[in-house]
């Protein structure tokens, strides 16, 4: 009697796959217009269009701007948000209040009520 391993059975051991030092692959769905752009590209460097593509997004990643480039990008979005809440709070705010009753309450409506500071997330903890 032969005896034939069951290749549907969770228990036979199968294949371990070992790096074999090339590279992995990625599939890459493109759009037929920016695959015939890459395709030239790659004519004209004399490339596949694996290559291609590979040497196009390390180019696209070198001019890109990094993501660590500002220390607090959220940081930078909130105060360009909170200058336009404070354009926008005085054009309401009625130009005959006095300038620091005007201040008090942009500042009021940009910072919060106080008992709800300690709440915010974009302010310095105390350490006591």
Known sequence: MIEVSDFGSKDSTSPVRRRTGIDPISAV???ERLTAAVDAWAEAHQLTRSDAICKLIELGLKIAPSVHSSA???????????????????????????VDERDRRIRRLTEGPPEFSHERIDLPKDRT
């Open 29 to 31: 769905k493109m759009p």
């Open 72 to 98: 607090h990008p959220i940081a930078s979005d909130a105060t360009r948000i909170e200058e336009i809440a404070v354009h926008e709070i005085e054009t309401l705010l009625d130009p005959a209040l006095p």
